[in-house]
């Protein structure tokens, strides 16, 4: 079953979902999983709509939300056992008493800081004294804006060299063609719908660091000690998802494009360019693996430090408190063994 919930939670105090009494165990029981509503969780979506879910003998109750924190809330909450969500917001609230762990890795890629291709700004050093669409500070693509792209690749100060403004990812291309943002900070598949239609990239990410990680699968300590088959079960149906991304991207294509409601494109030249084939855009930017390599944690480790010297952070932190790798050792016994 999903569900969409995009209004913002009130933020839950930590100790109320400590003292909210523990959840009957049983067979049949749902797992609830939630995820932030973006293209490059589609595994999720894949998961539930191709039936691997259910090929598990899992039942879901998926969840979409509007961003990271949102979702944190509702696992502090008590409200999810599971969640496809960035790096950050898990090691933030790590840092809060929230020790969840991260088990899986979700996408590659998919952000871009885009302009308009008459603004004259040809680097991110023309990024001085301008203004900067973004999602809400401290989140995690608010981390790797100032982290890696302003202060990093750029050389620039955050928070007095830029104007960062906040403002939802559907709202930033009408804010850059309209002026009132010099660029934007933004994913797929707003990225490829905006360069379709004329913009330009002053920085691909994913071209910066290559095959960087975003998203990630992970899970709370309850459902890690009271749930752990299950929890295998979610890591196997995600691979499935992730095998059929990359195998039947036609098919895949198009149920992303309707579940996010992708409309038709007309270019600059203008023709008219289908939903799927924006999708197929957004490859050029985004891709699918589950596997947590090395390469992957030393990124995670990165935002770790960004958050840190950026204040979002209130101690330091080592990626192996949060990423447990034992979960997708099971789920290669598992496949094995059956």
């Known amino acids: 079953m999903i569900k969409t919930f995009l209004a913002t939670l009130s933020l839950p105090l930590l100790a109320l979902a400590a003292a909210a009494p523990a959840a009957a165990q049983g067979a049949g029981k749902p797992i609830r999983i939630g995820w ?9 979506l894949i998961a539930d709509k191709k039936g691997y879910f259910a090929e598990e003998g899992l039942k ?14 509702a696992l502090a909450a008590g409200e999810l056992d599971i969640a496809y969500i960035g790096a950050p917001p898990v090691f933030q609230w790590y840092a809060r008493g929230l020790n ?13 800081l885009i302009t ?9 050093a023309g990024l001085r004294g301008k ?44 804010a850059l063609e309209r002026g009132l943002v010099d660029a934007a900070f933004t994913w797929e598949p707003f990225v490829s719908d905006a360069l379709l239609r004329g913009k330009r990239v002053l920085l691909d990410v994913n071209q910066g660091i290559p095959r960087y990680p975003w998203y990630v699968v992970m899970a709370v300590p309850k459902t890690l000690a009271e749930r752990p088959d299950d929890v295998v079960k979610v890591l196997r149906a995600h691979r499935k998802a992730i095998a059929f991304l990359n195998e039947h991207q ?3 294509n198009r149920i992303i494009a309707d579940a996010f409601q992708i409309a038709p494109v007309k270019t600059a030249a203008g023709a008219t360019v289908a939903p799927a084939a924006v999708v ?18 030393r990124f995670i480790q990165r935002l770790m430090d960004y958050s ?3 204040g979002f952070l209130n101690k330091e932190l080592k990626v192996s408190q949060v990423v447990d790798l034992s979960w997708q050792q099971r789920a290669d016994q598992l496949r094995v063994k059956r």
């Open 131 to 174: 203004k900067i669409a973004g999602v809400a500070k401290g989140s995690g693509m608010d981390v790797l804006l100032r982290g890696y792209v302003l202060k990093e690749a750029g050389g620039l100060d955050p928070e007095r060299d830029v104007d960062v403004v906040s403002m939802p990812v559907g709202n930033m291309n009408a």
């Open 60 to 73: 879901v109750e998926l969840t979409s939300f509007g961003d990271g924190p949102v979702v944190q809330q």
């Open 280 to 297: 197929q855009q957004a490859r050029k930017r985004l891709g699918w693996s589950d596997r947590l390599e090395p390469g992957d944690l």
């Open 116 to 124: 308009n291709g008459n603004a004259g700004i040809t680097s991110l």
């Open 308 to 310: 840190l010297a950026l």
């Open 100 to 112: 969840s762990r991260i088990l899986a890795k979700v996408n590659y890629g998919q952000a871009a």
């Open 36 to 44: 932030v509503h973006a293209m490059a969780n589609a595994p999720a």
């Open 250 to 252: 036609e098919e895949s």
